[in-house]
């Protein structure tokens, strides 16, 4: 499905603000894939990334995870082997209010994703955060079961489907 984040904005004017949000400029583009869209899987987490693996174990046809990581700097949390169990399992894409690593790896994997920044370093493995529950960074709030919209120029969230 193509689509452009402009030409969106553009179609859905009246809704921007309100049912249609922009999220702030705020991400680096990783993975293989420039756009990607889906409906909403959300994570709230700090520093530990069990939880991304368990959502990347599911099926995710048609879904976005979208990981509220507390905008923290200090780890990643989605490295290589997660990119591609998400790709194994059918999930179009993922944004991370926080870092990834492997990102050389990640760039040839068949994944949309959207970070802050990179780091070397893994998270710890405690299995704590929460998961479906509205988060809200970039001056938007992600709702679960809404729609995410990301290519080059950025990332749209929906309360209804716009394709």
């Known amino acids: 499905m193509t689509f452009k984040t402009p030409d969106l904005c553009d179609a859905f004017e009246a809704e921007l603000g309100k049912s249609l949000r922009v999220v702030a400029p705020m991400f680096r583009r990783y993975g293989g894939k420039a756009s990607f869209s889906g409906q909403i899987v ?9 939880l991304v693996r368990e959502a990347f174990a599911e099926n995710g046809q048609g879904k976005v995870l979208v990981i509220d990581g507390g905008g923290s700097l200090r780890c990643a949390l989605v490295g290589d082997q997660l990119a591609i169990l998400a790709t194994k399992n059918g999930w179009d894409g993922v944004v991370v209010y926080g870092c990834i690593r492997d990102s050389g790896d990640i760039a040839g994997i068949d994944l949309g994703m959207r970070a802050l920044n ?8 405690r299995g704590v955060g929460e998961r479906d529950i509205a988060v809200s960074f970039g001056g ?3 709702n679960p079961g809404e729609w995410l919209y990301a290519d080059e120029d950025g990332v749209l969230v929906s309360d209804r489907p716009l394709l």
Do not use: G
């Open 140 to 142: 938007v709030a992600f």
């Open 118 to 125: 990179t780091h070397p370093q893994k998270s710890i493995k």
């Open 42 to 50: 959300t994570l709230k987490l700090f520093e530990d990334n069990s």
